[in-house]
């Protein structure tokens, strides 16, 4: 069974970091590629950051690029998401996905987790 879990989500000031973990289990990780998403109160989930199966080449939204950087530990099972110089706009829960290889479509999420920037 596949199952992703994130966690470091919280309660920052803008300006500040966070550091969002992806762990994942049941999958051969380094098979999928993998990617953070990020929905806000009243607003549609929106792609924020991908990262391909090797952690090789990089992806993000213009609205992160240079904030955030994704990065992946595949002998960990594991994907990050280094959140700097946070603002109030980028509060949302964030969830991380898996793409399995040859397919279009993220089919594994994780439940989420609530990052929150005070102003």
């Known amino acids: 069974q596949v199952q992703l879990v994130e966690s470091g989500g919280g309660l920052v000031q803008a300006g500040g970091s966070l550091r969002l973990s992806c762990a994942a289990s049941?999958?051969?990780?380094?098979?999928?590629?993998m990617g953070w998403f990020r929905q806000a109160p009243g607003k549609e989930r929106e792609f924020a950051a991908g990262?391909?199966?090797?952690?090789?080449?990089?992806y993000y939204a213009d609205s992160v690029k240079g904030r955030f950087t994704i990065s992946r530990d595949n002998a960990n099972n594991t994907m990050y998401l280094q959140m700097n110089s946070l603002t109030p706009e980028d509060t949302a829960v964030y969830y991380c996905?898996?793409?399995?290889?040859?397919?279009?479509?993220?089919?594994?999420w994780g439940q989420g987790t609530q990052v929150t920037v005070s102003s």
């Open positions: 996905a898996g793409r399995r290889i040859g397919l279009s479509q993220y089919g594994y």
């Open positions: 049941g999958v051969a990780f380094s098979l999928y590629d």
């Open positions: 990262i391909s199966r090797s952690g090789d080449s990089t």
